[in-house]
């Protein structure tokens, strides 16, 4: 009987090997296209600022644009829509709304492979979770690199209302100078202003697209120097020298609190290896264990506090300034 036994559970070692491997692949494939196509526009962009030349404007062909459309119509696909635009990934909802699938899709059948077929859900709203939480992540890299562009777009906004230029040609100007994602949002702004949208409503919708704290003061600063004229260059340049500061800061507690930050990522990468390292030491204890409800209650209510640990740690780490 124990060589019977021993038979029958060989196969599974290969199984989720290739799942696990299959995955990995897919994760290195994303990620080489990714780095693949952000060093093809650097490059672009190189030799755009040394031969001076325009670029050239190709719009991109959207793949699965039937499933694109259909996802646009729903209220989640808007959402998404807006919530890509403000990531500055440059993928459509349909193609994002694919990718989730196959990744939800493949992470169930690889937890159902290596743990056990109740974890397989689990892993699907994980996989959902993490998606969410990498658009989250994505913008807040998108406004944190703007954020350290500010001083310099403040720069040359008190450059060119000294030389005499219109605050909207000098918005216009620093959408030219200004690298993504200060370039690109700019010249979102001088597009609208240029088709008639005021200068407020222009610039509260780019507060709105990329929220902070420094955005909304140089906003401010603009909206009512246009209102009520007065010393628009004495204030962008006290105020380029306390986003300077800011930005400094901004840097020191961050870097302070980057053990806290991975800190909160060890927490459910411990929980996780537990489970693994358990499946490992007792094959099939994890089936015993979910095929009962009060495993199952028992799985749900660890997995609940494994979440609020790292919820908890990620609120200590938060620290405006």
């Known amino acids: 009987m124990r060589v019977l036994s021993l038979g029958g559970s060989a196969p599974q070692a290969?199984?989720?090997?290739?799942?696990?491997?299959?995955?990995?692949?897919?994760?290195?494939?994303?990620?080489?296209?990714?780095?693949?196509?952000?060093?093809?526009?650097?490059?672009?962009?190189?030799?755009?600022?040394?031969?001076?030349?325009?670029?050239?404007?190709v719009s991109r062909r959207v793949r699965f644009a039937a499933l694109d459309t259909a996802v646009r119509r729903t209220r989640l696909g808007r959402w998404l829509e807006r919530r890509l635009?403000?990531?500055?990934?440059?993928?459509?909802?349909?193609?994002?709304?694919?990718?989730?699938a196959v990744a939800v899709a493949g992470l169930w059948l690889l937890a159902a492979a290596v743990l056990a077929?109740?974890?397989?859900?689990?892993?699907?709203?994980?996989?959902?979770?993490?998606?969410?939480?990498f658009l989250a992540w994505r913008r807040q890299k998108r406004i944190e690199r703007f954020i350290g562009q500010l001083p310099e777009l403040s720069r040359l906004l008190?450059?060119?209302?000294?030389?005499?230029?219109?605050?909207?040609?000098?918005?216009g100007m620093a959408a030219d100078?200004?690298?993504?994602?200060?370039?690109?949002?700019?010249?979102?702004?001088?597009?609208?202003?240029?088709?008639?949208?005021?200068?407020?409503?222009?610039?509260?919708?780019?507060?709105?697209?990329?929220?902070?704290?420094?955005?909304?003061?140089?906003?401010t600063t603009l909206v009512l120097s246009?209102?009520?004229?007065?010393?628009?260059?004495?204030?962008?340049?006290?105020?380029?020298?306390?986003?300077?500061?800011?930005?400094?800061?901004?840097?020191?507690?961050?870097?302070?609190?980057?053990?806290v930050t991975i800190t909160s990522y060890a927490v459910p990468a411990i929980g996780l290896g537990t489970l693994l390292l358990?499946?490992?030491m007792a094959p099939g204890s994890l089936d015993a264990m979910t095929g009962t409800w009060l495993g199952?209650?028992?799985?749900?209510?660890?997995?609940?506090?494994?979440?609020?640990?790292?919820?908890l740690i990620r609120r200590m780490a938060k620290i405006d300034v």
């Not at 060119?160 to 909207?168: E, K, N, T, V, W």
Request: proline share 4%; hydrophobic share 50%.
């Open 14 to 57: 290969p199984l989720w090997v290739g799942l696990a491997g299959a995955l990995a692949a897919c994760v290195l494939a994303v990620w080489g296209v990714h780095a693949w196509a952000a060093g093809r526009a650097a490059r672009q962009a190189v030799i755009e600022r040394l031969t001076g030349e325009e670029p050239i404007t």
């Open 85 to 100: 635009a403000a990531t500055g990934l440059g993928i459509s909802p349909g193609e994002f709304g694919l990718c989730l």
């Open 117 to 133: 077929p109740f974890f397989g859900p689990i892993a699907g709203a994980v996989a959902v979770w993490s998606a969410y939480a």
């Open 158 to 171: 008190a450059n060119g209302s000294q030389a005499g230029l219109a605050l909207r040609t000098a918005i």
């Open 177 to 219: 100078e200004l690298d993504s994602p200060a370039g690109e949002e700019l010249t979102r702004v001088a597009d609208a202003l240029a088709v008639g949208h005021p200068l407020e409503d222009a610039l509260g919708d780019l507060k709105e697209r990329l929220p902070s704290r420094e955005l909304a003061v140089l906003v």
């Open 226 to 259: 246009s209102r009520a004229g007065g010393t628009l260059v004495e204030s962008l340049r006290n105020l380029t020298t306390t986003l300077e500061e800011r930005k400094e800061t901004r840097r020191e507690v961050r870097t302070t609190l980057s053990q």
């Open 278 to 280: 358990m499946n490992r």
């Open 296 to 311: 199952q209650l028992a799985v749900i209510v660890a997995i609940a506090l494994y979440g609020v640990g790292f919820l």
